[in-house]
């Protein structure tokens, strides 16, 4: 089969994929299965790679049933739609009638986060052997002492990563007890566990206790809106730090549909007065993926706007370069056959 190994324009490889057995080439691919096109996009350079027309048929068929099948809609416009299955990124040009779910891949921050911590965990252990051989020719560390940088150097290289990344405080301002009357001003993250959500519709409000009325009901500085929605995605992506497992996330997102969406989860795993520390493993995930909805869609949206300019100019290209050798009749039974399944 004479499916491209390179992309057309910069000569970047496309890796293997396994996902569809008629293109086995390419982790991001387009579509136009009314115009019974096929692209390649290359990640290097973004530009897309028309397939040759005699490799086409079978592989539109192939990508059409996936996407009914399997695939998620991640974003839409009128013209194309981004979705997702599996390891493959797919660009389908056409309305899409599915509903979008941008919130959805935001699994994969997770599952990458988990693949950087191990990483970095690796790194400290490396650390840890280096320093421990070194001052043993110098004779500077006894077995306990060895035993001690081996057994904390993992944590502290990820401890100071973590710090790095996010500092001490989840949130600064200015703001006062609404029982007592008491400045409060920041929000350590050490007091994480015991802050407490408030189960709105969307974004959950957060209340920052106060040390003088200790928890007591009707206490605290509440945060709302965006305040809150900022505060909550930097305590969770904390205390997450090291992400999560495959396994995890799908049960995180099962969560989120069985509540009815991102917007619904807040209601159905918080309840008042609840601190998040009480909140379970799975509900804690799934919060994070719920309260990153907006960003998600929002980065979605532009890349997706990116995604159908390129889709314009190639699709000019494309009609130049099928043009009148498409046999027609070819397109036309290829057409049927779509509408027919
Ligand atoms: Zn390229
Ligand atoms: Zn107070």
């Not at 499916?3 to 579509?31: P, S, T």
């Not at 057994?151 to 007890?177: I, K, S």
Request: hydrophobic fraction near 40%; charged fraction near 30%; glycine fraction near 10%.
């Amino acid at each position: 089969m004479s499916m491209y190994r390179k992309c057309l324009v910069c000569d970047h490889e496309f890796v293997a994929n396994e996902a569809l057995e008629h293109l086995d080439r390419g982790r991001k691919v387009a579509f136009d299965p009314e115009k019974g096109r096929l692209w390649l996009i290359c990640r290097a350079c973004s530009r897309w790679s028309l397939v040759p027309m005699e490799s086409r048929w079978e592989a539109l068929e192939e990508l059409e049933k996936l996407v009914r099948d399997q695939a998620r809609v991640l974003s839409r416009t009128d013209n194309v739609a981004l979705l997702r299955a599996g390891p493959l990124e797919i660009v389908r040009v056409g309305r899409a009638q599915l509903r979008e779910e941008a919130w959805w891949r935001y699994g994969r921050e997770l599952r990458q986060r988990r693949e950087r911590f191990r990483k970095l965990s690796a790194a400290g252990t490396i650390g840890a052997v280096a320093a421990i051989a070194g001052s043993w020719t110098t004779g500077g560390l006894g077995f306990v002492g060895a035993w001690l940088v081996w057994d904390r150097a993992p944590a502290l290289v990820t401890g100071g990563a973590r710090w790095l990344r996010f500092g001490n405080t989840a949130w600064r301002g200015e703001g006062e007890c609404i029982r007592c009357g008491r400045p409060i001003e920041r929000l350590p993250y050490s007091e994480r566990s015991s802050l407490i959500l408030t189960p709105d519709e969307g974004s959950p409000g957060v209340i920052v206790s106060c040390p003088d009325c200790e928890r007591a009901r009707e206490s605290g500085l509440l945060l709302q809106g965006q305040e809150a929605a900022r505060t909550l995605r930097r305590v969770l992506g904390f205390h997450h730090f090291s992400g999560a497992s495959g396994g995890r996330v799908d049960q995180a997102v099962r969560l989120i549909e069985a509540s009815g969406g991102p917007e619904r989860l807040p209601n159905r795993i918080l309840k008042r007065g609840k601190p998040l520390g009480a909140v379970g493993k799975v509900g804690r995930f799934a919060l994070e993926i719920a309260v990153h909805e907006e960003t998600e869609r929002s980065l979605l949206a532009m890349e997706l706007a990116e995604l159908e300019a390129h889709w314009r100019r190639e699709e000019e290209l494309a009609r130049i370069m099928d043009g009148e050798l498409t046999p027609l009749p070819l397109l036309e039974s290829f057409r049927r056959r779509l509408a027919g399944g």
